[in-house]
């Protein structure tokens, strides 16, 4: 093996201990709940023979709740100044870390999304799989972009949690006629062109929220 191979195989396990840890010390909680969420959710809702519409209501109005849970865990670790500092002080930069945190976060995410789909289809509810799970992952990113990037800002997660619960509850009522292409409920009314703008606001959010965190806002304190 190579020098650069041996590097690269030295960074790749290096990785995958940092992704245990992060699942062990910083997932687990936050997956818990979502899975009790989960678990429970039959005894709030239908989940049978469920048509198309009303799994949307489902997935739009409950599920994509776990993106705000899973995705505020990105920077949740760095609220203790001791353990930013330590972290801060690796080798590998704070980017690396919180892109793998986002990454580990999104994996479980789509594994719930999996799940929950595949329990429903087994309750013979009738939908599209591939577009209800991309429903689901534009709205459940969203809202956790919405939560990761005032968290990011302002280094509390309460306010993180706060702005994205606000905007799910905006958008019951007329939201549908003021929010536009960010509409979170539109599956319900049979329209699917606003989760392609859901999932790449949730995205460019995420992004700039490690961006103004590890760059920007590194320089400016």
Same mark, same amino acid.
């Given at each position: 093996?190579?020098?650069?191979?041996?590097?690269?195989?030295?960074?790749?396990?290096?990785?995958?201990?940092?992704?245990?840890?992060?699942?062990?010390?910083?997932?687990?909680?936050?997956?818990?709940?979502?899975?009790?969420?989960?678990?429970?959710?039959?005894?709030?809702?239908?989940?049978?023979?469920?048509?198309?519409?009303?799994?949307? #209501?489902?997935?739009?109005?409950?599920?994509?709740?776990?993106?705000?849970?899973?995705?505020?865990?990105?920077?949740?670790?760095?609220?203790?100044?001791?353990?930013?500092?330590?972290?801060?002080?690796? #080798?590998?930069?704070?980017?690396?870390?919180?892109?793998?945190?986002?990454?580990?976060?999104?994996?479980?995410?789509?594994?719930?999304?999996?799940?929950?789909?595949?329990?429903?289809?087994?309750?013979?509810?009738?939908?599209?799989?591939?577009?209800?799970?991309?429903?689901?992952?534009?709205?459940?990113?969203?809202?956790?972009?919405?939560?990761?990037?005032?968290?990011?800002?302002?280094?509390?997660?309460?306010?993180?949690?706060?702005?994205?619960?606000?905007?799910?509850?905006?958008?019951?009522?007329?939201?549908?006629?003021?929010?536009?292409?960010?509409?979170?409920?539109?599956?319900?009314?049979?329209?699917?062109?606003?989760?392609?703008?859901?999932?790449?606001?949730?995205?460019?959010?995420?992004?700039?929220?490690?961006?103004?965190?590890?760059?920007?806002?590194?320089?400016?304190?």
């Amino acid at each position: 093996m190579t020098l650069r191979g041996k590097e690269f195989y030295r960074k790749m396990e290096k990785y995958q201990k940092f992704i245990c840890v992060n699942l062990k010390h910083n997932l687990l909680l936050p997956v818990l709940l979502v899975v009790a969420l989960c678990l429970f959710s039959p005894l709030a809702m239908g989940l049978e023979n469920l048509d198309s519409l009303q799994t949307a #209501k489902v997935v739009e109005v409950f599920l994509s709740l776990t993106g705000l849970i899973l995705l505020m865990t990105v920077f949740s670790p760095d609220i203790d100044r001791d353990i930013r500092d330590m972290i801060a002080s690796k #080798k590998e930069p704070m980017t690396v870390i919180h892109t793998l945190r986002i990454l580990c976060a999104a994996f479980v995410l789509a594994a719930v999304g999996i799940l929950f789909l595949s329990w429903m289809k087994i309750g013979a509810c009738q939908f599209s799989f591939f577009k209800m799970f991309f429903c689901f992952l534009a709205n459940s990113i969203f809202l956790g972009g919405i939560g990761a990037f005032v968290f990011s800002l302002s280094n509390q997660p309460v306010l993180g949690y706060m702005a994205s619960i606000l905007y799910f509850l905006l958008n019951f009522g007329s939201g549908k006629k003021y929010m536009g292409n960010f509409f979170l409920f539109s599956m319900q009314y049979g329209s699917f062109t606003e989760k392609y703008y859901l999932l790449t606001g949730g995205l460019m959010l995420l992004l700039l929220a490690v961006v103004w965190r590890d760059l920007i806002r590194k320089r400016l304190i």
